[in-house]
């Protein structure tokens, strides 16, 4: 008894020294800012001097330093091309401390900033196969006219293959348009790029950031099986009027925002709007300025609006409303004619909640979209998506641990008419929802990251659901050498309206998973109505010098079940037609495929000098059940080589230039030409007499290759400064400087071929005020 009371007291002793210990313990907080115009400043090297505690800052410009020893502190606050912030802290045990840092603009001690911060969050974030990208960084690539764009930067980055300048797609790592999900302040965009291919829907002066996920990507994200674009916009400045004003011979531009109350003390809360608007008049100026290219004029157009108001809260919580859209129309070499136009809404809640060590978001949004495709002698396709997106999500702070969780619903209505290539009609209507929780975990482990996730999805009108578990990890083998993993599974309902098996095809449309899918499968049941990947990434990084960083990644997407529109209907899945094979009367068919490859970016970056090259070598096969082909965005090798140099006395002059070489895209050869009688009265038809088409006997699919494809972009920026915050930008830019002629597919039909763009040079000015 007397050693039971003994230990006992011990035990007591123990827990009251242990809740002793936990309370000389407190937090700080906060958001900064720029001093300047209010916005966020984004992933900045926050910390308490001489010691391990600190944090980057968020996409909301939010950091949050927890378990820190009650005491003085100086807090430190370093970002690229602003002046370093020292405050005096007292850190209070049990407490939560929130400051809020406004920093002022410098060129002093890049060098410096570049060491702690970048390197700093190499270290402590795990970013596998996710790159960053900001506005400044996109206008270090040759632009088209005077406007930097999303839809250019992206075809640099590792992984990514651009199909054509004309009509042209994104597929990242293997993975097709449909299965890219894009977010905008965690609206969906069903369609981000204009027909042209050139230009996104997204104004670059509007985005703050955007983190595009090539694979891997934790359980915070859903609903795609191959990559997330998550973009965030900016909020408006909050301290003055601004803008800004560009035209090119593409396009032009208008950009306005501005404070609608602004703080009066550090403890008050403001409110401000942006609003953006662009308009190509391309298809007018392209008669005049390229008839070379097509003395009809280069048939694309587009208008793009958008805006946003952001009340912001003493504490740096805030609420915003945003909303946009968007509108294409082509008509193509005279005989296609589509239009689409995408518009939406929503608001989006950043809570930071009085002494409680969480963060929590929340979004409610609605978007739709519809296309409409008129072609000559052939019937019209259609394709719409509506639908909302809820999302509530909650993160904790544990030193420098983090537990993130959530759960989101979606639902949308599909609306699809078409016909496939031997004329049988395909048509879908459906409402669809979806539910989803997930949660999230990242511990720091001495040298070794560890983020482990879980995703629980399920498909309501499938009535299937997907447990999805995901990996991250990185483990800091040395001061200059990391090595990081990631992978998961993934699923997904959305289909597209067209064939993975087009070469060329401008509608862009949008089903929910059919019910009229095959039963059997390569001799095996068909279990799932979903989509389905599993990924596999496997990297590392290595610091070859303070300003020299190299990033290798290795991966694999095995894609267990896809679904492709089938091409090869003939019969009505009728009672009187089930003596057919499946694939001859299914509307839509299952096919498996891999994808797999490595990526190599080496990156300078340091003051007037910006170097970016790119090698990826990657395979994607595909198999539907009787025969494997690669489909025809399977590029082997792709090379892209990026640099920017800024000269002149007052470093106003700007020199860039993009080198871009890709291996040539697989392509159905073509083995002769028949005369195809349509047989409109049946066995009635007279074939001796009724007038036949154009019949095309088809080689292996996709069994050739096109030839190699290389473009070389320069472009050449002065700035001028016009009084105390205004200037002006005059740039010229040449796309395809040396007039390579690169071939985009093959007419059949006209027996001609079909190049990308010629030797294009456009010059363009803005004015920011």
């Not at 797609?169 to 894009?182: D, E, S, T």
């Not at 009027?241 to 403890?267: C, H, Q, R, W, Y």
């Not at 999805?468 to 040395?478: A, D, I």
Request: charged share 20%.
């Amino acid at each position: 008894m007397k050693n039971y009371f003994k230990s006992l007291s011990l035990i007591v002793i123990g827990l009251l020294s242990f809740s002793a210990g936990i309370a000389q313990y407190g937090s700080v907080r906060g958001f900064v800012y720029d001093k300047a115009n209010g916005e966020p400043v984004i992933f900045c090297n926050v910390y308490l001097e001489g010691t391990t505690y600190g944090a980057a800052t968020d996409v909301n410009g939010f950091y949050n330093i927890t378990k820190v020893p009650a005491g003085d502190y100086k807090l430190i606050v370093q970002a690229l091309s602003y002046a370093e912030s020292s405050t005096d802290i007292v850190i209070i045990a049990d407490q939560i401390i929130t400051k809020k840092v406004d920093l002022e603009a410098s060129v002093q001690n890049i060098d410096v900033v570049v060491v702690s911060a970048e390197r700093q969050e190499m270290k402590t974030q795990i970013y596998t196969s996710i790159t960053k990208v900001t506005p400044k960084q996109m206008s270090k690539i040759p632009t088209i006219g005077s406007e930097p764009d999303l839809a250019q930067y992206l075809q640099v980055l590792p992984g990514v293959i651009f199909t054509g300048d004309q009509g042209g797609q994104l597929y990242i790592r293997g993975g097709a348009p449909i299965q890219n999900k894009v977010l905008l302040d965690g609206m969906i965009i069903y369609n981000p790029f204009h027909s042209i291919g050139l230009f996104s829907v997204f104004d670059s002066d509007v985005i703050r950031n955007a983190d595009i996920y090539t694979g891997g990507f934790g359980a915070q994200y859903g609903g795609r099986i191959s990559s997330i674009m998550d973009i965030t916009t900016r909020d408006g400045n909050k301290k003055r009027l601004a803008g800004k004003v560009s035209s090119s011979t593409f396009m032009s531009k208008v950009l306005i925002e501005g404070p609608i109350k602004k703080a009066k003390t550090d403890n008050d809360g403001s409110s401000s709007f942006v609003f953006s608007a662009k308009h190509s008049y391309l298809e007018q100026t392209s008669k005049y300025l390229y008839s070379y290219v097509d003395t009809a004029g280069l048939p694309f157009g587009f208008t793009d609006f958008y805006g946003k108001v952001s009340i912001n809260g003493k504490n740096g919580s805030k609420v915003n409303f945003f909303g946009f859209n968007f509108s294409d129309n082509v008509t193509y070499r005279g005989i296609t004619d589509i239009r689409w136009k995408s518009s939406g809404g929503g608001t989006n809640v950043v809570l930071v909640p009085e002494n409680y060590p969480a963060l929590i978001k929340a979004n409610v949004a609605f978007s739709s979209y519809s296309i409409d495709m008129i072609e000559s002698e052939q019937p019209p396709r259609q394709s719409s998506i509506n639908g909302f997106n809820v999302g509530l999500s909650f993160i904790y702070f544990f030193g420098k641990d983090e537990l993130d969780y959530g759960i989101e619903t979606l639902g949308f209505n599909t609306n699809f008419n078409y016909f496939n290539a031997v004329g049988r009609k395909i048509t879908q209507q459906q409402f669809t929802t979806e539910l989803a929780a997930y949660a999230k975990y990242k511990m720091t482990l001495g040298k070794l990251l560890i983020e482990p996730s879980f995703r629980f999805h399920y498909y309501a009108s499938l009535a299937e659901a997907s447990p999805e578990p995901r990996l991250g990890m990185k483990y800091n083998l040395s001061e200059n050498f990391r090595i990081k993993f990631s992978g998961g599974m993934y699923s997904q309902n959305l289909i597209a309206a067209n064939s993975d098996r087009d070469v060329v095809n401008l509608f862009y449309g949008f089903l929910s998973g059919p019910e009229n899918l095959q039963k059997e499968f390569d001799g095996e049941r068909v279990t799932s109505k979903l989509q389905k990947s599993n990924h596999a990434i496997l990297g590392f990084e290595v610091d070859i010098t303070n300003k020299l960083n190299l990033n290798v990644e290795g991966y694999i997407k095995d894609n267990v079940q896809l679904t492709n529109i089938n091409r090869n209907k003939l019969y009505d899945d009728t009672g009187e037609n089930q003596d057919k094979p499946e694939y001859l009367r299914k509307d839509f068919i299952i096919e498996t495929g891999q994808a797999y490859g490595l990526d190599f970016l080496l990156k300078y970056d340091y003051k007037r000098l910006y170097f970016w090259t790119v090698y990826s070598i990657g395979w994607v096969t595909r198999y539907d059940g009787i025969i494997t082909y690669p489909p025809h965005f399977d590029r082997r090798h792709n090379v892209n080589l990026v640099g920017a140099y800024t000269f002149g006395q007052d470093l106003d002059w700007e020199f860039s230039t993009r080198w871009n070489l890709g291996s040539g895209f697989p392509f159905t050869q073509t083995q002769g030409f028949y005369e195809k009688i349509p047989f409109h009265d049946g066995i009635n038809t007279d074939y001796t007499t009724a007038n036949g088409e154009l019949g095309i006997v088809y080689g292996p699919l996709n069994q050739g290759r096109l030839p190699y494809y290389h473009r070389l972009d320069v472009n050449l920026k002065k700035t001028f400064n016009v009084g105390d915050d205004g200037k002006v930008v005059v740039s010229l830019s040449i796309t395809n400087v040396y007039n390579r002629n690169n071939i985009f597919y093959f007419d059949r039909v006209r027996y001609e071929r079909v190049d990308q763009l010629p030797f294009m040079p456009t010059i363009g000015v803005n004015w920011t005020f």
